[in-house]
């Protein structure tokens, strides 16, 4: 099952992807390329299926048409086994940082490691303290997840994200509603740790500056469609009028800024 | 034809619609449900090799229900030795008391009241609970993670519901034979000797106690089944955790009640 990739430095390679939900489409037929060791960033419009292609990519979802191949393994070919195997190379940071709240801060980082190997707890300790350190929250060990603020809690998830050591990231809305503090922290942390450790990292945003800050390359998307790419530079003078709305942040543009509907006039 | 009958047609097949939707989509509701308890029972061998995620359960799922499985039993033993005593003594049968108040609770109170205070008790508790760990993505988080949560999360829940209700019908039995002979022997005065020996004489162990218990095996399993799917397939907001929860209570119920005239005429009756 393992796709001969020696002539393709894509970690994730996605194919003519297809998915609807019931009658609304959410891919028409796109495909796009995650580059080892980069960070790639997915951006568009809310609703416009970002967090839906990382649960692609994640194996939680099934495409209708298409392929996604993951470190040479075509996702949607796997046995449940072989998908969890896979996903132990994986990290997920959800929007929400989806801590487990009947554990401490501690036990959340140590949960993918307490299930996933037979290591003593000595070991366990080390890991854990070593990367709750790398995200700043070594002394936050004992708190629970009420406890902790919404930018505390995603770097808890970040520090269980990268536990196994995973091979690549995948951020969904890392930026969203934090404060500028936090939103520094957050971006030089992802910088770092894709750097440092080596991950490949996806992060799926509407956070335009932030985003293009830190990532190698940006896809834009709407309407199911990657409708611009390129690295944030190359975005920044495109001469698309969708990449110069969605990058600038203007409020009307091909993307309207009324939703679709009848004459005003008649309306009244 | 007129518009008045085509807007009749587009009214009886609008219903007739509505009515085929909504039978689809219980069809395949339950289909969803029978496929989760399969996926469920397939867990059971490896999180039995895991008896301390079971006993976290139990606690939260069986100890937390004691209270009030003990508070009401008591008053239902004593409303029976009340209600018994009044009925038995216009016949001079008091001596009776016990039989009948043991009969009743073993029978059909124990199973039946205990598996609803269960489902209104544990079973919400359990929709909410799983309902809220998927709105917040933490089952989608253990996922992506690579740890199954039927295996971690549901199975030891499932487990501990199915080995929790006995005893509490237990319990709610063992405290309403109490409640009814305070009331009966203490308070009324019926012979203490002849409540506690015809109670023995006439309560069998296979026809009485363990019908009792298989009662409440099967409503421990039905409730704990709902309950997990419920919350399982709960839509992730706080409307859709809040409705699962209602349904909950309501499904729980009526599966008791149904299942208690089924089992009662299987095992009692001439049907």
């Not at chain 1, 799926?204 to 990657?226: F, N, P, R």
């Not at chain 2, 989608?140 to 080995?163: H, K, N």
């Not at chain 2, 009640?257 to 005429?265: E, N, P, Q, R, V």
Request: with cysteine; proline share 3%; aromatic share 8%.
């Amino acid at each position: 099952m393992k796709e001969n990739n020696t002539q393709n430095p894509s970690l994730v390679t996605i194919r003519n992807l297809s998915f609807s939900r019931g009658q609304r489409v959410i891919f028409d037929n796109a495909s796009l390329d995650i580059q080892h060791g980069k960070i790639t960033a997915i951006m568009g419009p809310s609703g416009s299926g970002k967090t839906t292609l990382l649960k692609l990519i994640g194996g939680q979802l099934s495409p209708s048409h298409g392929t996604i191949v993951v470190d040479g393994l075509n996702i949607n070919q796997l046995s449940r086994s072989e998908l969890y195997t896979l996903r132990k190379k994986m990290g997920m940071l959800f929007q929400s940082g989806a801590l487990l709240t009947d554990l401490n801060v501690f036990d959340n980082v140590a949960y993918p490691i307490r299930e996933h190997t037979a290591l003593p707890e000595t070991i366990i300790r080390t890991l854990v303290l070593m990367k709750l350190q790398a995200v700043g929250l070594r002394g936050a060990r004992h708190l629970s997840p009420n406890e902790l603020s919404g930018g505390m809690a995603r770097r808890v998830a970040l520090a269980r994200a990268i536990a196994l050591d995973p091979m690549m990231v995948m951020y969904d809305e890392p930026f969203t509603g934090q404060d500028p503090i936090s939103m520094g922290v957050l971006i030089k942390l992802i910088k770092t740790l894709n750097d440092s450790v080596g991950l490949t990292s996806i992060i799926v945003s509407h956070d335009v500056q932030e985003t293009a800050a830190i990532a190698d390359y940006i896809y834009i998307m709407s309407s199911g469609k990657i409708i611009g790419q390129g690295t944030p530079q190359e975005l920044k003078h495109s001469k698309s009028e969708w990449v110069q709305q969605f990058m600038n942040g203007q409020p009307d543009g091909p993307v309207k800024f009324h939703y679709s509907s009848d004459n005003y006039f008649d309306d009244l | 034809m007129t518009y008045s009958h085509l807007g009749q047609n587009l009214k009886m097949i609008t219903f007739l619609s509505a009515i085929g939707q909504s039978v689809i989509a219980n069809l395949t509701k339950t289909g969803r449900g029978t496929l989760f308890l399969k996926q469920t029972l397939s867990c059971t061998f490896s999180v039995l090799c895991h008896p301390r995620l079971i006993i976290k359960q139990l606690f939260s799922v069986g100890v937390l229900t004691i209270l009030i499985i003990t508070i009401s039993g008591l008053f239902v033993g004593m409303v029976l030795g009340l209600q018994g005593y009044y009925i038995l003594s216009d016949f001079g049968a008091e001596e009776t008391l016990g039989v009948m108040i043991a009969a009743s609770l073993v029978r059909e109170l124990g199973p039946v009241v205990s598996a609803l205070l269960f489902a209104g008790r544990a079973g919400s508790s359990l929709t909410a609970e799983i309902g809220l760990m998927k709105a917040t993505e933490q089952l989608s988080g253990m996922e992506m993670m690579a740890v199954d949560p039927i295996q971690r999360i549901i199975c030891p829940r499932f487990l501990a519901g199915c080995l929790s209700m006995p005893l509490l019908a237990a319990i709610f039995s063992m405290v309403g034979i109490l409640g009814g002979q305070l009331v009966g022997v203490t308070l009324l005065g019926v012979d203490e000797g002849a409540f506690w020996s015809q109670m023995q004489s006439s309560i069998d162990f296979y026809d009485d106690i363990l019908n009792g218990v298989i009662k409440s095996l099967v409503f421990g399993f039905v409730v704990t089944w709902i309950s997990l799917f419920e919350g399982y397939d709960a839509i992730p907001t706080s409307e859709g955790v809040s409705r699962a929860t209602t349904r909950t209570v309501v499904y729980s119920s009526f599966a008791i009640l149904g299942m208690d005239f089924i089992l009662t005429a299987l095992m009692f009756g001439d049907i």
